[in-house]
């Protein structure tokens, strides 16, 4: 942005010149000819009579006691695409009193560039090329106005160095004080200790302000060598320097390096004043010293010097810290019996120190004095008074005060007090008071936090009155009070969990999950109040939203309850989704508990009944390697491996027939045998039997028979006559087979010879044997 000021009338002209764009259009040409002209017109008043005369209104003045009072009004300003020009009113002569003249359309203008910008080369020309004319009363408004201590530092550097101004002892002061508010302590010292060079006197209202300065910022040391070398400096030490100096000193808790500068003080001839031993006193009542205390009291007195109110504020909070309080209520009738009207400094110190010992009558008391006397109570009187009477129970009179702050339209200064009456008044059973509480702070302007809510909702849930912790809930989540980052007083889980609960109960999940969610943006991650969400859905029939709050659970590394796992697999069995129910189920087993007969009995038939007959063999596994409700469940276990057998997954129902075996279970492979025969699965058969005459478990003979049968029948002589070699070789005996005769027969049709000779003479040796095992039944 260009600035074009009336003190160079050439210059800007070329500025803008250089500024234009490169284009053949004369129409632009024309136009800027047309802003020249008009700006010429301007800055010769005489050419143009209008402007003459506005220009030629009475000068306006400031204060100098307030250089900060807004008198004029804002420059003009045309925008000129990227640049700006500036017309002002011509620059005004100082009055004959001395006032500061009025430069507030400069530093104003001065303040927003500088406030806005980068300090750099180009903002300083921007500067230079609009102010006319320096003056310390601009400098010294800018100063005051700068929003940016950096800048405005630079910018009091830059106003001299470059010649434009030679700073005076304001705006020198100005400097320091800015300095030493920011704490940035080195620079102000420096710029003081410079000031002799610039030809300026020292000031002791300068040393003052950086003995202050360093003092705030916790350097004791510094402001004592500051005030050491004042006397070297030539500067002159009043009583303002002492006293700011033991202000520093006795907030540290230098009461005796307070005492030795008192002693130099006096000895140097300086009389200290009243607000010295105000001071004092408060120095070493802070530093718990009574007796030094007491005894400085006495120097003042013998001095001539009278108390004031400030005096006997200091002597009465200082008894009250030390729980003096018979000796506090002495300076407090002494104050009045010297008619000094006690301020509500006074009142309040004489209710803190009863409430410190427990004497809430007398605080009252004073309370009541004090508005009788028509001393109006501060935000530090109720502060003061609220707690103590919530903790001695008072809770009536807590109601009264609280009342009487809110019709006066007084805040505490400490928000803490709204939540100590909160949980006195739900302790003592007024849930109405405690809700007036809440109002009451909308009232001040107080904003309540989720920490509030929570103390009403716990404490409704434990009254049972549920619909009113429903009514502050919905404001709660419909405001998301929770959400709000600023605030520090959350919502405890002795208030969510309850709430949480009752919802879950009674069919209203959706709205304690709105609600947990939000917690849960807060890092809050309750096992109790997720479980519950878990429960609540599954009641409800939404499955689906539990098992969302599950993997939530899973993601956080919450700690999940069987009883939910349990409600969630029911309710997705309820809505008729096995494999959901089955897929809960594996997550409940991984978070390591074991479910119980029942409930496997559940998913298995689920999933048997909807045709799933392999995943629910998965699921018995399960239920077997667990040895959990076996035996119970042996009628299930026998469906699903004959259902396993008949569609042809023999390899899975032999693994689950050999774990069932191992952990002790035996299997009806007689009656499997039967129906897989019947059926004229052959194939199952064969591989069963083998699987039975393996492992040498007890078979009945038809079982073998029925088996053969069927292989003869469907034409797998092979096959029957291996199975019946392996019969033979365990001696099991089956010569008596009526179908031999045909296998031996098929057996040689189908010109496998050797074996049909084989078995026949296996039979024959077969049937001697047992012809020979019945004559010597015989002959016994």
Known sequence: ?????????????????????????????????????????????????????????????????????????????ENLGSSTVTVGRPLRERSQRGKRQNHEKLEDTICRMMNSRDWTTRLQNSIRDLVPEWDHSLVYNVLHGAKKLDHALQFFRWTERSGLIRHDKETHMKMIEMLGQAQKLNHARCILLD????????????????????????????????????????????????DTLFKVILRRGRYMMAKRYFNKMVGEGIEPTRHTYNLMLWGFFLSLRLETALRFYEDMISRGISPDVVTYNTMINGYCR???????????????????????????????????????????RVFEEMRSSGVEANATTYSTLLPGLCDAGKMVEAKNVLKSMMARHIAPKDNSIFLKLLVSQSKAGDMAAATEVLKAMATLNVPAEAGHYGVLIENQCKANAYNRAIKLLDVLVEKEII????????????????????????????????????????????????????????????????????????????????????????????????????????????????????????????????????????VMMIMIDKNVGVEENMDLVGKILEALLMRGHVEEALGRIDLLNQNGHSVDLDRLLSVVSEKGKTIAALKLLDFGLERDLSLEFSSYDKVLDALLGAGKTLNAYSVLCKIMGKGSGVSDWKSCDELIKSLNQEGNTKQADVLSRMMKKGLGSKNEKKQSTVSL
Not at 27 to 55: G, K, Y
């Open 1 to 77: 942005m260009a600035f074009i000021s009336r003190s160079k009338p050439f210059q800007w002209r070329a500025r803008v010149y250089h500024s234009l764009p490169r284009s053949s259009d004369s129409s632009s040409f024309l136009s800027f000819s047309r802003l020249f002209s008009s700006i010429e017109e301007i800055q010769n008043p005489v050419a143009n009579p209008e402007i003459q005369s506005t220009d030629a209104a009475k000068p306006e003045t400031i204060d100098a006691a307030n250089p900060e009072t807004p008198l004029a009004a804002k420059p003009d300003t």
């Open 195 to 242: 000031m002799p060079e610039k030809g300026l006197p020292w000031d002791e209202d300068m040393f003052v302000v950086l003995i202050e300065s360093y003092g705030k910022a916790g350097i004791v040391q510094e402001s004592v060598k500051i005030f050491q070398k004042m006397k070297e400096m030539g500067v002159e030490r009043t009583i303002k320097s002492y």
């Open 322 to 364: 030390f729980k003096k309080m018979d000796e506090a209520e002495k300076m407090f009738v002494e104050m009045k019996g010297k008619n000094i009207e006690p301020s509500v400094v006074s009142y309040t110190t004489m209710i803190k120190g009863y409430l410190a010992e427990g004497r809430v009558d007398d605080a009252l």
């Open 483 to 618: 959400l709000r980052h600023q605030d520090t007083l959350e919502m405890e889980p002795t208030a969510f969990i309850p709430i949480i609960e009752y919802l879950c109960d009674n069919g209203q999940t959706s709205k304690a999950e709105v609600l947990f969610r939000q917690l849960m943006k807060r890092g809050v991650q309750d096992q109790e109040a997720l479980n519950n969400l878990i429960r609540g859905h599954a009641k409800e029939g939404n499955p689906d939203s539990s098992y969302e709050i599950l993997k939530i659970m899973s993601r956080r590394k919450v700690p999940r309850e069987a009883n939910a796992y349990e409600l969630l697999i029911k309710s997705y069995m309820s809505k008729g989704e096995p494999g959901d129910a089955k897929t809960a189920l594996d997550s409940m087993i991984e978070d390591g508990h074991v479910p119980d007969s029942s409930l496997f009995r559940s998913v298995i038939e689920s999933l048997f009944e909807d045709g799933r007959v392999q995943t629910a063999s998965r």
